[in-house]
């Protein structure tokens, strides 16, 4: 549980840095990222051009992790995203559950409200 909780921080940290390719470089060959409410994305380089299509207009982002939980194989994070696009910034509350497997993530299901995201950055 230890080693699956560091890389989930890792993880949330190195979204600072806007690099697709190293965010997807955490999920296994074919993890699964399912953003919510949208479909789910399998396949890494699938979810490294999901993440590089909608932090393209981001300029700054800082996930502050309030909550992490884990048993077993599953981490739960609760975080407050800090999200800027130019002169819009978003701060939007989500929840992320990880399903890990050999230390990297096989499934990650993220629940937020789209309307708090849309209405502040739209």
């Known amino acids: 549980m230890e080693e699956n909780e560091r890389v989930i921080r890792e993880f949330i940290q190195a979204w600072s840095r806007l690099d697709p390719a190293e965010l997807a ?8 990222y399912h953003n919510m409410p949208m479909g789910p994305v399998a396949g890494r380089e699938n979810v490294e ?5 909608f932090i393209g ?13 884990s048993s077993g194989d599953v981490v739960i994070a609760e975080r407050l995203d800090r999200t800027h696009a130019g002169d819009k910034a978003v701060d939007l509350p989500c929840v992320g559950v990880f399903e890990m ?3 990297k993530i096989k499934v990650w299901r993220d629940y937020f409200d789209l309307g708090t995201y849309q209405r502040a950055l739209g």
């Not at 999920?27 to 699964?32: K, Y």
């Not at 051009?49 to 299509?53: A, P, S, V």
């Not at 207009?57 to 939980?69: F, G, K, N, Q, Y």
């Open 57 to 69: 207009s981001w300029t700054e982002t800082t996930w502050d992790l309030l909550t992490l939980a």
């Open 25 to 32: 470089g955490y999920f296994c060959e074919d993890g699964v």
């Open 49 to 53: 051009n999901l993440i590089r299509g």
């Open 101 to 103: 497997e050999d230390g």
